[in-house]
Nanobody
Framework: QVQLVESGGGSVQAGGSLRLSCAAS????????MGWFRQVPGKEREGVAT???????AYAGSVKGRFTISKDNAKNTLLLQMDSLKPEDTAMYYC???????????????????WGQGTQVTVSS
């Protein structure tokens, strides 16, 4: 089992920044796929940014150039730096982990086995 705990959400005005963190514990491995997803009520969960076994990063088109995903392997922590935030970025943000190595973009929720409880991000105009 892998436990994931997100933090760093909050309320910010459009154009502002937030940094999300996800602490992983349990049977995790620094080379497992990890990613950030988001969901608004009534819509499907969507991939925001992922990082694969080789450290390659993939982003949804709507956040490319504004969000940056990174990993601190020493601390088993996944990060998401969100800049130039827009009201449409408002959502519950979830951290996800796979249970094996992977390569390439993994932006589909079904490709992940473990999920955090989520942290709310609200961007006002």
């Amino acid at each position: 089992q892998v436990q994931l705990v997100e933090s760093g959400g909050g309320s910010v005005q459009a154009g502002g920044s937030l940094r999300l963190s996800c602490a992983a514990s349990g049977q995790t491995h620094s080379r497992y796929c990890m990613g950030w997803f988001r969901q608004v009520p009534g819509k499907e969960r969507e991939g925001v940014a992922t990082i694969d076994t080789g450290g390659n990063k993939a982003y949804a088109g709507s956040v490319k150039g504004r969000f940056t995903i990174s990993k601190d392997n020493a601390k088993n922590t996944l990060l998401l730096q969100m800049d130039s935030l827009k009201p449409e970025d408002t959502a519950m943000y979830y951290c996800a982990s796979g249970s094996d190595y992977c390569f390439g973009a993994r932006l589909l929720p079904g490709e992940y086995n473990y999920w955090g409880q989520g942290t709310q991000v609200t961007v006002s105009s």
